[in-house]
């Protein structure tokens, strides 16, 4: 079987991955890098890829400082709160004083955003969202990237980076397939932006069938951010702190609008306010400093989106379930019923699908909200993803490099989900992270950090024959079996990522366990990874097709060693409702008011971890 | 649903396949017509369904939760800039149709060529301002946010 080499040089910036992170990149690098050869390898089609592919009802993150709103600051401590001190606050400070210029340019190039009119500002959901038509949201940023790249190459499934062979540690490039024509794709680059996706798909998800596809997060965010780093040897970050999202039943449709603007509310099977209940139990978990309702009350001070999930995870198993959410109320107005379905027609038609097939009128009866099952991602309310130097004017010593948002491997950048320690990025701010990103990579090789790279042919030979093995061994061990899917000598894709998302929920806290994990259940579980990993070896793909779910598996499974690893470090239950530590059920700010850091090495697979400091954004008289 | 293909309608034109972003709308080799080769790796995103100049995309709630008899179907035109919805509930009591802006400017015109605008001086790339920047991230328009400007600084330690 052989396959064409097509070999793209020369590249001065390379962006793996172009939903909104990336095409902040592709964007931004034109203006640092007039001159300088801007390429952008896509898995799918840039026009409706990444997670914002079916739209988006609302910008999730915008100071509004123009408008005298929100200061940077604000942002940070809000997102501080809500993953329980864990952030990386050099970065959300740094990305919260460029967002708002994101914002006001898609609204400029054609995003409709909603108005206040009286107040002549964005409408606001929430004290940090605002309300827009989005359902061309992706398209519509898609267009600016376009404008930027000089090559856009859709439909290429970047498998690997390609590492330098003059100086360790430094990245050269990357390689990958066509997943149409299955042409093998070398990109060499002086510098590399990775804004591919976090990891949907590794937990066993709630449904059964079909309904897989329903995930939260979409299907196609492969963790390939994850995979493509750790793979480099780079170092990660708080990789433990997946998420899980308290959503309607099944179509897990938005809820945010629901709460804040539609102002709806939950309640239990029994029509009873449920979660303040189980606020002293867990004060004495978590710390009066973490949960404290009245101050909540009080200052506004929202209560970690973790703590919320624990208290209707609670009320559930302790037989009241299931959590609705009332709608009744608002839906008797027309305006805000209209709102309601918009919300749904505009990220996640599915719900809506849902609902209409199920005579689910929110007018008329409370639907069903659940848990999801977890998720790992950096840019909603949780921040895995690499360890990254921030800015030069705002960074201290042990968060600073030389670039920003350079990981620790030289010339590998990272945005969006693959960056570390930043929650609460959303949209508009992994866009503008893409931005940063784009700047920094310019100044790296402006300064001439890229020269003298070398890339052998052995490199390149030996990525080749690696992304093809999936299917010479299809080959090989076809036809020893009559017909059917069951081989002895391997196994298909969807068969590994069985295997994953089970062996994930039951050892590393998924939704059947109650996500609830310790530290015997993690080691058994990573034993059983060593053990999937070297049955990957065995993974067998029929087409290029296959091919693409077989790599996805791959950096699935990477992304999930991870944080398998990163769990079993971190011995406190930081986030309850998250997931749970049953041997360290309290927070324990004594030992673990720290970040968690990995690395992979790249050539005996071995995890070193370690503990950096968390550093704080405090007022300079404190 | 996940999405299925109409055989009446499809010509087998390929934008579905060209756009979807799971891979997953192919063309049949025996009818040579479109259809969903993986239904558990689709996010019912719509994006073929739109994409679909005759209409032959639909969707079928996912069969593990959603029972038949609905319909969700749309209409997106890019010329005028609008995108329509129709929703039926399986009961037939409730059917509704609602539209919305998806964009407020002719398609691209107003997205700028980077490569045209003037570059930035040294003293921009030496600055922490990105492209366009200050505009738009202060209220007086001044300089960007720094610790220093705003009276801050990193602190190691716990504080909430």
């Not at chain 1, 070398?186 to 949907?200: D, N, Q, Y």
Request: hydrophobic share 35%; proline share 5%; net charge negative.
């Amino acid at each position: 079987m052989t396959h064409k080499t097509v070999i793209e040089e020369n590249i001065d910036i390379l962006v793996c991955g172009a939903g909104l992170g990336g095409t902040g990149a592709a964007f931004e690098a034109r203006y640092w890098g007039q001159d300088k050869k801007i390429v952008i390898a896509e898995k799918a089609n840039i026009d409706r890829s990444g997670a914002v592919a079916q739209g988006l009802y609302a910008i999730n993150c915008y100071m509004g400082t123009r408008f005298g709103e929100n200061n940077p600051e604000d942002h940070v401590r809000y997102a501080r709160i809500d993953l329980m001190g864990m952030v990386r606050e050099d970065l959300l400070f740094d990305m919260a004083r460029h967002v708002d210029s994101a914002v006001h340019q898609f609204e400029e190039w054609g995003l409709p955003l909603m108005k206040d009119p009286k107040k002549g500002t964005y409408l606001r959901e929430g004290r940090w969202q605002i309300m827009i038509h989005g359902e061309s949201y992706k398209p519509i940023v898609a267009e600016a990237a376009k404008k930027s790249a000089d090559k856009v190459f859709n439909r290429i499934c970047v498998t690997h980076l390609l590492m330098d062979e003059a100086k360790e540690n430094r990245v050269a490039g990357a390689v990958g397939f066509n997943v149409r024509t299955g042409d093998y794709h070398v990109f060499k680059s002086k510098a590399v932006i990775v804004a591919a996706g976090g990891a949907s798909n590794i937990f066993k998800p709630r449904s059964v069938g079909e309904g897989a596809g329903r995930v939260w997060y979409a299907p196609w965010s492969s963790g390939s951010a994850y995979g493509l780093l750790i793979g480099a040897g780079a170092k990660m970050t708080q990789m433990e702190n997946r998420i899980v999202l308290a959503r309607f039943k099944d179509g897990y449709g938005p809820v945010g609008a629901y709460f804040l603007h539609l102002k709806t509310y939950t309640q239990n099977a029994y029509g009873e306010e449920y979660e303040s209940k189980w606020w002293p139990e867990l004060q004495k978990m978590v710390g009066k400093e973490y949960l404290d309702p009245e101050l909540a009350h009080r200052t506004h001070r929202p209560i970690p989106t973790c703590l919320r999930n624990h208290a209707l995870i609670s009320e559930v198993n302790a037989g009241r379930g299931p959590i609705h959410m009332v709608t009744m109320e608002a839906f008797q107005d027309p305006h805000l019923e209209e709102i309601g379905w918009h919300n749904f027609l505009g990220m996640t038609v599915g719900q809506a699908v849902l609902w209409a097939a199920t005579d689910v009128d929110p007018k008329n009866e409370n639907p069903e909200l659940t848990t999801s099952e977890p998720y790992v991602m950096g840019s909603h309310a949780t921040g895995c993803g690499a360890w990254c130097s921030g800015p030069e004017d705002v960074s201290p010593p042990e968060y600073y490099w030389g670039y920003n948002r350079m990981t620790t491997v030289e010339g590998l950048f990272g945005a969006g989900d693959a960056v570390g320690g930043t929650p609460h990025a959303f949209s508009s701010g992994s866009f503008t992270e893409g931005r940063i990103a784009a700047k920094a990579a310019c100044k790296y090789i402006d300064d001439g950090k890229a020269e003298g790279l070398q890339v052998s042919q052995a490199q390149i030979d030996g990525r080749k024959a690696e992304i093809y093995k999936p299917m010479e061994h299809f080959r090989t061990y076809r036809n020893e079996i009559t017909a059917g899917t069951v081989n002895p000598n391997y196994l298909y894709p969807r068969q590994g990522l069985d295997r994953l998302q089970k062996l994930m929920d039951e050892y590393c806290g998924g939704q059947s366990v109650n996500y609830m994990t310790n530290d015997k259940l993690l080691n058994i579980g990573l034993k059983k990874m060593t053990i999937l990993e070297e049955d990957l070896e065995k993974i067998a793909a029929e087409d290029y097709h296959e091919l693409m779910r077989a790599w996805e598996l791959k950096h699935r499974h990477r992304a999930s060693e991870a944080v398998f690893h990163h769990t079993l470090f971190r011995e406190e239950t930081r986030w309850p409702g998250y997931y749970y530590r049953g041997d360290h059920m309290k927070v324990d700010d004594d030992n673990w008011h720290v970040l968690t850091v990995s690395r992979r090495d790249p050539e005996t697979g071995e995890y070193t971890m370690e503990k950096a400091p968390c550093y704080h954004l405090v007022d300079e008289d404190e | 649903m996940p999405t299925f293909v109409y055989m009446t309608r499809c010509d087998a034109c390929g934008h579905c396949v060209d756009i979807c972003p799971s891979d997953i709308m192919h063309i049949d080799k025996v009818t040579r017509r479109a259809y969903n080769i993986e239904p558990n790796m689709c996010w019912e995103c719509f994006s073929c369904v739109k994409a679909c100049p005759q209409h032959a995309i639909d969707v079928r709630g996912y069969a593990d939760f959603a029972p038949l008899g609905h319909s969700v179907r749309v209409k997106r035109d890019e010329e005028k800039g609008v995108i329509a919805w129709r929703i039926k509930f399986r009961n037939g009591q409730k059917d509704m149709e609602l539209l919305a802006p998806i964009t407020t400017k002719p398609w691209g015109k107003h997205v700028p060529k980077l490569a045209e605008v003037q570059g930035p001086t040294q003293e921009m790339r030496d600055s922490q301002l990105l492209y366009n920047e200050p505009k738009y991230i202060r209220m007086d328009d001044g300089d960007i946010h720094t610790l220093k400007s705003n009276g801050l600084k990193m602190k190691a330690g716990v504080y909430y």
